[in-house]
């Protein structure tokens, strides 16, 4: 079975720090991928997705995203992050091949972004 | 970008009701709905997923027959909570998806069983 696999599950940082958050997925087949985040009493939303082409992804609010398959990683990152940023974000890898699109996600990692 | 919805947003029940909370995909077609709890700082736990006229599929650990999921129509799910019981309070989240995209999220309901 499929799992994804965040290495931080908290993260504190300071105004204008940089940001990367690991994530790893296990399947090796075609995968989509996904950082999902959820704001402090709010549902989730999508950040960035991958699906096929440049690795390296845009999303919004200046995160980034580099697909890297020899890794099977996935690691969100932003290079000077805001109060704002304070939420959980969720890596998700979901499986192209089978037919099932069922989505895996990862446990979350929670960032405290301080003033 | 796409909406989904769900209500109630929170619900209060005694032990031994049924509740019944609605996901909707506002403005798209969504083939397949997924239904999570969420435990207070923890991942989604995915409940069960269902596609539009076929049954839901489970997954494992989830009784299906205390948890019912009906999905009639390509923008209406539904999960009944059939005789709830205090350990069944959570929050639950609904998302809809066209086959292999992005998913969209509900905005979660708080489910409280006294």
């Known amino acids: 079975a499929q799992s994804v696999s965040q290495h931080n599950h908290h993260v504190i940082l300071s105004e204008a720090a940089s940001l990367e958050l690991g994530c790893n997925y296990s399947?090796?087949?075609?995968?989509?991928l996904f950082w999902y985040v959820q704001y402090p009493g709010q549902h989730l939303q999508l950040l960035l997705k991958y699906f096929s082409g440049d690795p390296l992804v845009k999303g919004i609010k200046g995160f980034e995203a580099e697909f890297i398959k020899s890794k099977f990683s996935f690691n969100l990152r932003k290079p000077s992050v805001q109060w704002s940023d304070t939420a959980e974000y969720f890596c998700?890898?979901?499986?192209?091949?089978?037919?099932?699109?069922?989505?895996?996600f990862g446990r979350g990692t929670s960032l405290i972004v301080h003033p | 970008g796409a909406v989904v919805s769900q209500h109630p947003s929170w619900v209060i029940c005694k032990s031994g009701t049924s509740v019944k909370i609605e996901c909707r995909s506002l403005d798209f077609q969504a083939t397949t709905m997924f239904w999570y709890r969420q435990f207070p700082k923890q991942s989604l736990m995915l409940m069960a997923t269902s596609n539009e006229g076929s049954k839901a599929t489970y997954e494992q650990g989830v009784e299906k027959d205390k948890f019912l999921i009906n999905h009639a129509s390509l923008t209406l799910s539904t999960l009944t909570v059939t005789s709830a019981h205090p350990e069944d309070s959570s929050f639950y989240i609904c998302?809809?998806?066209?086959?292999?995209?992005?998913?969209?999220f509900g905005p979660g309901t708080r489910l409280t069983v006294t």
């Open positions: 998302s809809a998806t066209e086959q292999g995209h992005e998913q969209y």
């Open positions: 998700a890898a979901l499986d192209n091949s089978g037919g099932s699109y069922i989505p895996t």
């Open positions: 399947y090796g087949g075609t995968v989509n």
